[in-house]
């Protein structure tokens, strides 16, 4: 790879970035808009390891993929931060984790 090419495909990936509507504002909206969602989805958990319910359902998939990624990976972040801050969040990551992990 090439200085240029790695130039264009950074310009690519902003491109699709403004298009997908994110790419419009600002680093700091885009961690306010994030930590709302996140405070959302921390509000229906409640004390609940899934969401609407003690055992997990097709919509749990997409929001332990959102918060998974954040929780799990090591990157420094207000949201990681956040859901650092928020017990229900990790534990609803933790029980997802542990429901996938057993066999059918």
Do not use: W
Not at 3 to 30: C, H, K, T
Not at 50 to 79: E, K, M, Q, R
């Amino acid at each position: 790879m090439t200085a240029d090419s790695l130039d264009a495909a950074r310009q690519y990936n902003f491109e699709q970035y403004r298009y997908q509507g994110i790419g419009r504002f600002e680093p700091g909206e885009v961690y306010a808009r994030g930590i709302a969602d996140l405070q959302v989805i921390s509000n229906l958990l409640g004390d609940n390891e899934f969401l609407f319910g003690a055992l997990p359902t097709s919509i749990f998939v997409n929001v332990y993929g959102f918060v998974a990624n954040i929780f799990f990976y090591d990157i420094d972040t207000p949201l990681k931060h956040f859901v650092l801050t928020r017990p229900d969040l990790v534990r609803h990551c933790h029980a997802v984790r542990a429901a996938i992990a057993k066999p059918a």
